[in-house]
């Protein structure tokens, strides 16, 4: 029984590149969530997905950052003309019903060079 | 605007001793707790968790404390062990939040053996 698959692990992108964000959820769950961790910060929600559809994207930057939850395949967060600052750590999550806990995938390490 | 507080950055205890981890909130919405333990590179790792109708919850050598007048909670570790050695992230949400988690910036658990 796998867990949260995400992928890849590390992500160096140059200035004005695209970076793409893979993350599959544990078997049987429908609920994703991103989350994202600058340097000496917690993590920091960035949106809510079910399948097809965006529940809360109100942690989302406003432009560049897109995220999707196809009916089939991954969850997709993709970043637009990354800058500097993007440069983090992306952790994605799922979880099988409302309220239940969260289990984290290992995260993929964003550098934007 | 922190709505979950971990004010204390760091904490280093005895192999053998109790570790007390603390946690602040603000929002009074918050209704279940939970506690992430976090290794580095690798991503959090649920713990333990309470909701707002109890004030402890224990699970093994983990125990989680919430007051609720004074908006704070508490992990103990008891006895701690080198393996407890890690960050942790104490988060919470709101009933019908869809497990949409607010994170404090982490404490690092140091056991010295």
């Known amino acids: 029984n796998a867990g949260v698959m995400q992928n890849p692990r590390h992500l160096v992108r140059r200035r004005g590149q695209e970076a793409r964000l893979r993350c599959s959820p544990m078997k049987g769950h429908s609920h994703v969530y991103w989350y994202r961790q600058l340097p000496e910060e917690g993590l920091k929600f960035m949106v809510y997905?079910?399948?097809?559809?965006?529940?809360?994207e109100s942690g989302m930057p406003k432009e560049r950052f897109s995220a999707e939850f196809p009916k089939e395949g991954p969850s997709i967060l993709r970043i637009q003309q990354v800058v500097r600052g993007d440069s983090a750590a992306y952790f994605c999550?799922?979880?099988?019903?409302?309220?239940?806990?969260?289990?984290f995938g290992q995260g993929t390490r964003l550098t934007v060079v | 605007d922190q709505q979950v507080k971990q004010n204390s950055p760091s904490l280093s205890v005895q192999e053998g001793r109790i570790s007390i981890l603390n946690c602040d909130y603000t929002n009074s919405m918050f209704d279940y707790f939970l506690w992430y333990k976090k290794y580095p590179a690798e991503g959090p790792t649920f713990l333990i968790s309470i909701s707002s109708i109890k004030d402890k919850n224990e699970d093994g050598r983990f125990t989680v404390f919430l007051n609720k007048s004074a908006k704070h909670l508490s992990l103990h570790i008891v006895p701690s062990q080198p393996g407890d050695s890690a960050v942790y992230f104490c988060?919470?949400?709101?009933?019908?939040?869809?497990?949409?988690?607010?994170f404090g910036k982490g404490i690092t658990l140091s056991v010295r053996p």
């Open positions: 988060a919470a949400s709101t009933t019908g939040a869809n497990s949409k988690l607010t």
């Open positions: 999550a799922s979880s099988g019903t409302l309220n239940t806990e969260a289990f």
């Open positions: 997905l079910q399948k097809e559809n965006i529940i809360d």
